[in-house]
């Protein structure tokens, strides 16, 4: 199985441009999130979701957009990119039993975002 | 409101001498705890958890932890360390906090381990 597979691994914008970052997992885990890690502030949840056609925001959800159309699959799209958002991003999928967070999360290999 | 704290952004220890990360929680039910490691320019890999039973939990590369529920710790530990454990741990509490089991995660502590 491959897991959760992010691309792309290296990223560098300008100021105002918009990409999307890609997450997709195999293994049919109903709960997918993203996360920033900054230097000193360990990992910021952003978004997350608990199954298809269902997302919620994080701790830091400004400037982020997701959306959840399969189960696979969770992109996180910057739609206007700032400085501020210079991070690494990791994605993460876990298999939830009723809603309830009980077991591990596997995650991505990250994203390393700079903005210019 | 869940929380978790890691006082300790550094930990350093010399081979083959036991070792301590530590963990400290809050939460308003029952925790579901996690440790996590990540190594240099990978994602986080999970090494062990608590969800209920023995406080004493065993989990990957001989490391172990111990649930202590009076002072909200999950402290991490090997007996032995060896160079290739240098790494940064995390860890991550989840609990039915606003009617959802989101994990919360600490900031992290680098583990430094000198031949």
């Known amino acids: 199985n491959a897991g959760v597979t992010q691309t792309p691994k290296f990223q560098v914008l300008k100021t105002g441009q918009s990409m999307t970052l890609q997450c997709a997992q195999d293994?049919?885990?109903?709960?997918m999130s993203w996360y920033r890690q900054d230097p000193g502030m360990g990992l910021r949840l952003i978004h997350y979701?608990?199954?298809?056609?269902?997302?919620d925001q994080g701790e830091v959800p400004n400037g982020y957009n997701v959306s959840r159309s399969t189960t696979e699959d969770f992109p996180l799209r910057l739609l206007s990119a700032a400085p501020s958002q210079t991070s690494v991003y990791f994605c993460a999928s876990s298999y939830s039993i009723t809603g309830q967070m009980n077991t591990e999360a596997f995650f991505g290999q990250g994203t390393r975002l700079t903005v210019v | 409101a869940q929380s978790v704290a890691q006082p300790e952004d550094q930990v350093n220890v010399a081979e083959g001498n036991p070792l301590t990360v530590k963990c400290t929680y809050s939460?308003?039910?029952?925790?579901?705890l996690f440790w996590y490691v990540q190594y240099p320019n990978r994602g986080l890999q999970f090494l062990l958890k608590?969800?209920?039973?023995?406080?004493l939990v065993k989990g990957s590369y001989g490391f172990e932890a111990e649930f202590n529920k009076s002072q909200t710790s999950f402290h991490l530990k090997k007996p032995s360390a060896l160079v290739s454990d240098s790494a940064l741990y995390f860890c991550a509490v989840s609990s039915l906090s606003g009617g959802s089991y989101i994990p919360t995660f600490g900031r992290g502590t680098s583990l430094i381990v000198h031949p």
């Open positions: 979701s608990v199954g298809a056609g269902i997302t």
């Open positions: 293994m049919n885990h109903e709960y």
């Open positions: 939460v308003s039910g029952n925790p579901y």
């Open positions: 608590y969800i209920t039973g023995d406080n």
